[in-house]
């Protein structure tokens, strides 16, 4: 037990030296990954699939424990290489971020990505945000009883500005208040930046049937990698090598694709060209 304790001190005291929160003995690069109903040791791994021909266009592989902040590195490698001004790109609710989703605006990337519903009104029962409009004319949120909350604090987190809006006199006699909220009042927060967002719910309003397009092209890449091509997990060690050995699944699974698209006597005149 003195070893073992001795042993694991020494090991904590290596990981504050580090700076990082997490130390793997296999492989120093890998991280805890949310794999539910577990959590596993790994690496993340991004693909950016083309809608028309479901090719891989850009992939790569991170130590990141979530795909927040991911969206706009992936998806602008992917303008990119298409050598066009601006895509479309398409995600699951585990990319929503406020400044991933504003800076794929300034790479050329237009976000379609779904509000998750989540935060401790919507574990509770009450009123999520989305039942609160926004008056940006006004700068004043208007609740489910139709009554005006307004600004009145602001709190600032690792750059994170964060505007609260509330109207206690109101709450105090709403009949809607159980719905709503169990203390004094409710009150709604808002990023400072969170226009961006809200153009982006104004884009999903107008399409959305885009995001089951994403089932079609991302999600049944990696299925087919999983199981056609027996790629469950890593073979590598090391970030730089499992990028390596996904960038080759990656072109494996294209030429694939290339042959049940185009055909192999096409892609032989094309090589002759």
């Known amino acids: ?156 987190k690792d750059g994170h500005c964060t505007i609260r809006y509330g109207n206690r006199q109101a709450c105090r006699d709403c009949t809607l208040k159980p719905q709503c909220t169990s203390g004094t009042a409710r009150t709604i927060n808002r990023w400072e930046g969170e226009a961006v967002l809200d153009r982006m719910a104004e884009r999903l309003a107008t399409r959305p049937d885009i995001l089951d397009r994403r089932r079609e092209t991302v999600e049944h890449r990696f299925g087919s990698i999983k199981q056609w091509m027996n790629q469950g997990a890593f073979l590598m060690r090391g970030l730089d090598s499992v990028n390596a050995e996904f960038s080759l699944t990656a072109l494996a699974y294209n030429l694939r694709r290339a042959i049940n698209i185009l055909g192999i006597p096409a892609i032989l005149r094309a090589m002759q060209t």
């Open 1 to 156: 037990m003195r070893e073992r304790r001795l042993r694991h001190s020494a090991m904590l005291a290596e990981l504050v030296a580090s700076g990082e929160s997490q130390k793997s003995l296999t492989d120093p690069d890998a991280r805890g990954m949310a794999m539910h109903p577990k959590v596993g040791v790994g690496y993340n791994a991004q693909v950016a699939v083309d809608a028309r021909h479901k090719l891989i266009v850009e992939q790569q592989v991170t130590n990141a424990g979530s795909d927040l902040g991911l969206l706009a590195q992936t998806a602008g490698a992917a303008r990119e290489l298409l050598g066009v001004e601006r895509i479309a790109a398409v995600a699951d609710k585990g990319y929503y971020k406020g400044e991933d989703i504003a800076a794929c605006e300034t790479v050329g990337v237009i976000p379609y990505v779904a509000r998750p519903e989540r935060g401790p009104a919507i574990d509770q029962g009450y009123f999520g945000k989305d039942a609160f409009a926004y008056d940006a004319a006004q700068d004043c949120y208007t609740c489910p009883a139709r009554q005006r909350l307004d600004p009145f604090g602001r709190s600032e």
